[in-house]
Structures are given as C-alpha cells and as structure tokens.
C-alpha cells in the first residue's frame, strides 16, 4: 500500500491512509485515555515507521494538503505518545503546533454538496448489513453538526426517515452507539430547525410523539433516558405555556417505577424542571393534585446520597415556578425533611445544595418568611442554622450562579431580617457578613471529609440502563435571578447603605468593633464602587 502511495501520491493517498490504519490496529495491544497505547505488537517498528511515514507528513510545507494524512499522523503522535522515543515526540511538538494554522473545513464550504452528502448517507444505511452502522449514523450526527441551517430544506424527509429507524432499533435495542448518534441527530434536527423557526417545534412532535408513545408503553428501558431528554428539548422550545399533549403526560412522569431506575432520573427531573418553568401555574391550577406527587419525587431524591443534588434541583423549580399559594401548606415539612436529613446524613454535597436552597427560598420569600419558618419548626433554629451550617460552610459552595444565589440570599438576610438587629441572633450578624465577604473573597473550600469517598451500599443498586448525556440536547445554565442582581458585591453595598440609614450609627459600631481589618478593607472597596457610605 505504502508502495502504491509512492507511486502517486496526489491519487493513492488512501492507501496510505489504510496503511496507517493497519499499522495502529496491529500495534495496539493495550491503551488507556490517560497515556494512549501502553503495550505495543513488538513486531511493529513504531519509531522507524515514524520516522519514514509519519515525519514527513507533519515536515509538509503546506498544512492544508492531504489532511487525512495529517489527521493520522497527528493522531499516530497522539496515541502512540508512551511509546516514541522522547527525541521523537520533542521533534513533533513544534512541528504540530504549525498544523494549528491549517483551514478547518466550515458549513460554507460544504453546503453545495449537502443533499448529495446527506442523499448518499441515508441510502448507505439502507445497505444489506449496515442498517445500525453506527459510523454511518456518527456521519450523519457530523454533517448535520457541520452544515447548521444549510439542513434545514431537507428536515422535514429526513426526519421522518430519522423516526422510522427509532422506531424499528426500538423493537431490539442492541447497538448502543448507534443508538446514542441517532438520538443526537433527532436532537440537531429540532435545535438547528426550531432556532431558524420556532413554530416548527409542532411538526417535530407530530412526527416523535408516536414513536415515543410507543417507547414509553412498551417500557424501552434503554431508550426512556434518551426520550425524556428530547423532550425537555421540545418542551423548552415552547415561550410559557404547556401543550394539552405534555399535560396529558405529566401524571405518568411521577410514577414510582420510572423514578427506581438511576438512568431515568436526571433527565426526568430535567423534564420536569421544564414543565414548571413553562407552566407552574398551569400545573397548580389543572393538576393541583399532583403537587404532592411532585414533592414525593422529591423526598425520594433527598433521602439518596447519590441523587439529592437532583432533588435540589427540582425543588428549586417548584419554589421558583409554582404560585405562593399552592406550596404553602407544603413549605414547613419541606424544610422539616431537609433537617432531618442534614442531622442523620450529613455530606458536603447536601450541604452544598441545602445552602443554595435556602438562599433562594430567601430571595423568593423574604429573609422574614426565612427566618420565620425556621423558627415555626423549633424555637431558635434560625440562628442555630446560621451559626452551625452557613457561616462556617458557605465557603463550599461553588458555581458562580449557585454563589450569587447565596451571596444575595445572605445579604438579605443581613438587611431584611429585623430578628438580626434586635434579638439574640444580633451576635450572628458580624460573622455572617464575614462569610459572605469570604465567598466573594477567597478561594472555594473544597475539601471532602474522607468518609465521603464511599458511597452508601443501598445508593448503589445493581444492574441498570445508565444514563447518557446528550450534548445536543444540553441546555444554558439558568439564573434564577437573572438581570434583577449584576453585581452581588454592588448589592450587598446598597443594601448596608440602606440598613445604615434606617439604623443611623449602628451598622459602622458593628463593623469597627467585630470585623476584621482584611475584610473591612474589602467592604470598603464595595461601597467605593457603589458610590455610598455607611452612616
């Protein structure tokens, strides 16, 4: 092949590139992610192979030309980096940082081929054998990737043909990665056509939904996971309302079976999260009895080490979403189930959800109603609560939206709650702004207790459908506070100057006397940039 290659090499570049290719299968007896191929076929010459083939490659003048052959050489380098001599890998590196000048191929480029490439990549999957290729469907995942809008004219055939193999893989499901690529298509499909039009988001469920019924009663264990993803996707599309269709659902999403499977349950609390960020109201009004179904989901979630996080974050979109009213009778039980959780089983991972939580039941209610409502469960509890939990942990939160969340919940606590200025807790307030001043500060603390390396036996079940993350379906990172607060620091400056001036001469005894001299520099900073004083 080599020799073919010699002969003319404008023409036979192929055979070099299976040459290469043979020559990395063979040599290839062990591998890891970390070091690339740890044990090679001794019978293969790797060095002197670099040397005659792979070198001059990567010496070319000219880094755009033969870029398969780049590509292999690159990636021969890469894989084989543990074992090619150190004067062999130190002779490659300049010349592989030249190759990041070469052009990369873009949409503009590619679009006039685009129904031939996409015309021919579906009819290679209609071949005999190669029906769940998945190289061919991991094309097909590429070139919608690639092209962008330019694949919007051919959705509406390709996706029919798209939902047809769903619903045929679904029958048996037994190639993992063709299934996955399939679902990150159906997922570029929405997300590239829904950008250029919104409304089309109905065509799109007209087209699945079938298919996903059929899934959904058929109990396809190793598709839900993926379902329920597309569907946060489409439902998501959506500016604030709930189609008829998905509330027709949404009492079959509470179901204890669905939520005993580990693989269901991030994109079913994700699903959920979209539900009530599009329609809490209509779900408090049209489906009020299925709060308490909600909050069960929830329960479930925090009594798991493994999954409480997710039970924070559906918590959080109950109380940011639903009307005041609908979740009152349910606030005080909610918070009693937190603490018992955090007596009996204490990790930096609840810890570190609890403090974001609280902090945004601050932000929604009030820091009275905070301060209440802890206070309604045991006599005091507020202050034990700041004392033993969020001034000495808030350093542990990490995030930059889940450290504005508490950074404006413990403002308003420090400038809202007149229980900080009158009572016992007034001893809590010095320290608290210390803490916050530290969150803004200082490095996150993130040390772990070593007995939180283990996971709990009964958070480990055995077998079941895992979950995988589809990067097409993935969603921005929502702020629940959003424009409201730019600059927390700005804030809690505004928000002292405020508290100064309703308590004249306080708020500076306070700070002169407990807080020190390195963070009352920084609040000097703060108050600078805020343009006000404390008086």
Not at 276 to 290: C, N, T
């Amino acid at each position: 092949m080599l020799a073919e290659y010699a002969k003319n090499p404008r023409e036979n570049w192929k055979h070099k590139d299976a040459a290469i290719y043979l020559v990395t299968s063979l040599a290839s007896k062990a591998q890891t992610q970390k070091h690339g191929i740890t044990q090679a076929n001794e019978l293969v010459n790797l060095t002197e192979f670099f040397v005659n083939h792979i070198l001059p490659d990567l010496k070319s003048p000219n880094v755009n030309e033969f870029p398969v052959l780049k590509a292999d050489a690159i990636k021969y380098v890469m894989i084989f980096r543990s074992q090619l001599p150190k004067e062999q890998l130190l002779q490659a590196v300049p010349l592989l940082l030249t190759h990041l000048q070469a052009e990369i191929t873009s949409n503009i480029k590619m679009a006039p081929f685009t129904e031939q490439l996409l015309n021919n990549l579906f009819k290679a999957l209609a071949l005999p054998g190669s029906a769940e290729n998945e190289y061919i469907m991991k094309a097909i995942m590429r070139s919608f990737s690639l092209l962008q809008e330019a694949i919007v004219p051919y959705i509406p055939t390709l996706i029919g043909q798209l939902t047809h193999k769903l619903l045929l893989v679904s029958k048996n499901p037994s190639k993992p990665h063709f299934n996955h690529y399939l679902f990150e298509s159906l997922c570029l499909s929405v997300r590239i056509t829904c950008k250029a039009n919104p409304t089309t988001v109905n065509s799109f469920e007209e087209a699945l939904f079938p298919v996903f019924t059929d899934i959904l009663q058929n109990d396809v264990q190793e598709f839900l996971p993926y379902v329920f993803q597309v569907m946060s996707l489409l439902l998501e599309m959506y500016s604030n309302s709930i189609p008829s269709s998905y509330m027709a659902l949404f009492p079959h999403l509470l179901q204890p079976v669905l939520w005993d499977r580990t693989g269901n349950i991030p994109p079913l609390v994700r699903l959920l999260q979209a539900y009530l960020q599009k329609g809490g109201a209509v779900i408090a009004s049209s489906a009020a009895d299925k709060v308490s179904g909600l909050l069960g989901v929830f329960q479930k979630l925090i009594a798991s080490r493994a999954n409480d996080h997710q039970g924070f974050y559906l918590l959080s979109s109950i109380i940011e979403h639903m009307p005041p009213e609908s979740i009152t009778q349910y606030r005080k039980h909610i918070f009693i189930l937190l603490f018992q959780r955090l007596q009996n089983s204490k990790t930096t991972k609840f810890i570190k959800g609890f403090l974001v939580f609280v902090n945004l039941y601050c932000v929604k209610y009030g820091a009275i109603a905070l301060q209440e409502i802890f206070d309604s469960i045991q006599p005091k509890m507020f202050g034990m609560v700041l004392e033993k939990v969020v001034i000495p942990e808030v350093q542990k939160v990490s995030g930059a939206v889940e450290k504005k969340i508490c950074a404006v919940g413990i403002t308003k606590i420090l400038t809202e709650c007149p229980a900080m200025m009158d009572t016992e807790y007034t001893k809590l307030w010095t320290p608290l702004l210390q803490a916050l001043i530290g969150l803004f500060e200082l490095p996150e603390d993130d040390s772990t207790p070593d007995d939180e390396h283990f996971i709990d036996i009964e958070d480990t079940p055995g077998y079941q459908t895992a979950f995988s993350q589809l990067a097409f379906a993935g969603k921005k990172e929502h702020d629940p506070i959003g424009d409201a607060v730019g600059n927390p620091k700005i804030l809690l400056a505004q928000s002292l100057h405020k508290l100064s001036t309703a308590c004249p001469g306080r708020v500076p005894s306070m700070l002169s006397t407990s807080l020190n001299a390195e963070a009352l520099q920084f609040l000097q900073g703060y108050l600078q940039a805020a343009t006000v004083q404390l008086v």
